[in-house]
């Protein structure tokens, strides 16, 4: 499985804006959805942004506007530009993959199974 590292997260006020990355080593990432995830304290894991093989993209709607999600396939990275930050927006980020073989598609959020460390991201009001 490609292996996923996480960095980017930090402590800021709200308004302001963090960039996340994540580095995919082991596979090459052409073959895999890529998302962005969250977990708040005391909440459930929820998804933030996916990308699939195809291009495509969907946003939470939660973070839609401000958030924007794009990849590398040459430096085998995955970002997530987030903007304009809430205090609700605090939680340990999460970059997930999952592997679509040579078939180009969205992914479902219930079929990423590789996973990063994560990263916090804190932001106050």
């Known amino acids: 499985q490609v292996q996923l590292v996480e960095s980017g997260g930090g402590s800021v006020q709200a308004g302001r804006s963090l960039r996340l990355s994540c580095a995919a080593s082991?596979?090459?990432?052409?073959?895999?959805?890529l998302g962005w995830f969250r977990q708040a304290a005391g909440k459930q894991r929820e998804w933030v942004s996916l990308?699939?093989?195809?291009?495509?993209?969907r946003y939470a709607d939660s973070v839609k506007g401000r958030f924007t999600i794009s990849q590398d396939n040459a430096k085998n990275t995955l970002t997530l530009q987030m903007n304009s930050l809430k205090p609700e927006d605090s939680a340990m980020y999460y970059c997930?993959?999952?592997?679509?073989?040579?078939?180009?598609?969205?992914?479902?959020?219930?079929?990423?199974?590789?996973w990063g460390q994560g990263t916090q991201v804190t932001v106050s009001s």
């Open positions: 082991g596979y090459s990432i052409d073959n895999y959805c």
């Open positions: 997930a993959a999952a592997h679509t073989g040579r078939v180009f598609r969205a992914c479902s959020e219930d079929e990423y199974n590789s």
């Open positions: 990308r699939g093989t195809d291009g495509s993209r």
